[in-house]
């Protein structure tokens, strides 16, 4: 009994496997790759459908033929419709999101997307981009990835290009968030609040509860924008 319950596994693992192989021809590389929320849904339940029926005794190879085939049918129509009509393209992909506009971080935008700073600079970091200061325009993708355009000043060009000697690089330090001043960023740099008053001061802040984030950056100065800044403000 156990032999031949195993050769219905093997039978259902290998019509599975191809059936997922031809539908996923059919469907696209983007159900591999998971670019959107849709095709990342899609490639779970693909693997659901394939893995409850291997493992329910009851469901035979009928049931995985019908289940996958329909459900590939349906994906395979619901990324038809998405070349055809923009209306389902924004519906079932969803549209680029920016989070940063002309060097400013779009505080609704943020907000809309469920994100807060800290998540914004991780991202950035994973980007190669460690201060939102050099930041023009920010994108977040409905893959979840960023599309970052650069101010002219921070794109790349190498030091060696221009024949320069090497200088030391600094890591961008964030000394304010969400209007509170993170102090212990501020002793492991070296410096006390009669400082931090003074760089406010150079930037025409008064009060440090006004500012959505203010980095400093070692030979460059510290970085400050303001609710004010923000069109929406808090």
Same mark, same amino acid.
């Given at each position: 009994m156990q032999g031949i319950?195993?050769?219905?596994?093997?039978?259902?693992?290998?019509v599975g496997f191809f059936l997922l192989f031809v539908i996923v021809r059919f469907a696209g590389r983007k159900v591999i790759k998971q670019v959107t929320p849709?095709?990342?849904i899609a490639s779970i339940v693909f693997g659901e459908?394939?893995?409850?029926?291997?493992?329910?005794?009851?469901?035979?190879?009928?049931?995985?033929?019908?289940?996958?085939?329909l459900w590939g049918v349906? %994906?395979?129509?619901?990324?038809? +419709?998405?070349?055809? !009509?923009?209306? &389902?393209r924004g519906l079932f992909e969803g549209k680029p999101s920016a989070l940063i506009k002309n060097g400013v971080v779009d505080l609704q935008a943020l907000k809309?997307?469920?994100?807060? %700073?800290?998540?914004?600079?991780? +991202?950035?970091?994973? !980007?190669?981009? &460690?201060?939102?200061?050099?930041v023009a325009y920010c994108y977040l993708e409905a893959d979840g990835s960023l599309s970052i355009l650069k101010k002219s000043?921070?794109?790349?060009?190498?030091?060696e290009d221009l024949n320069?000697?090497?200088?030391?690089?600094?890591?961008?330090?964030?000394?304010?968030?969400?209007?509170?001043?993170?102090?212990?960023?501020?002793?492991?740099?070296?410096?006390?609040?009669?400082?931090?008053?003074?760089?406010l001061?150079?930037?025409?802040?008064?009060?440090?509860?006004?500012?959505?984030?203010?980095?400093?950056?070692?030979?460059?100065?510290?970085f400050v924008q303001t609710y004010a800044t923000n069109p929406d403000g808090k």
């Open positions: 319950h195993l050769w219905y596994v093997t039978i259902e693992l290998i849709f095709t990342f459908l394939l893995g409850n029926a291997l493992y329910e005794p009851k469901i035979g190879l009928p049931y995985i033929i019908y289940s996958i085939c349906l %994906l395979v129509v619901i990324e038809y +419709l998405g070349q055809k !009509s923009l209306f &389902f809309k997307n469920r994100m807060n %700073l800290n998540q914004l600079q991780s +991202l950035l970091r994973q !980007s190669e981009t &460690f201060s939102i200061r050099e000043r921070y794109q790349k060009t190498t030091r320069l000697p090497d200088i030391p690089v600094y890591v961008p330090v964030t000394i304010i968030r969400d209007g509170k001043v993170l102090w212990d960023e501020i002793k492991d740099l070296g410096f006390d609040e009669s400082w931090l008053s003074k760089q001061e150079s930037q025409q802040v008064t009060d440090y509860k006004t500012v959505l984030i203010a980095e400093w950056l070692e030979g460059d100065g510290i």
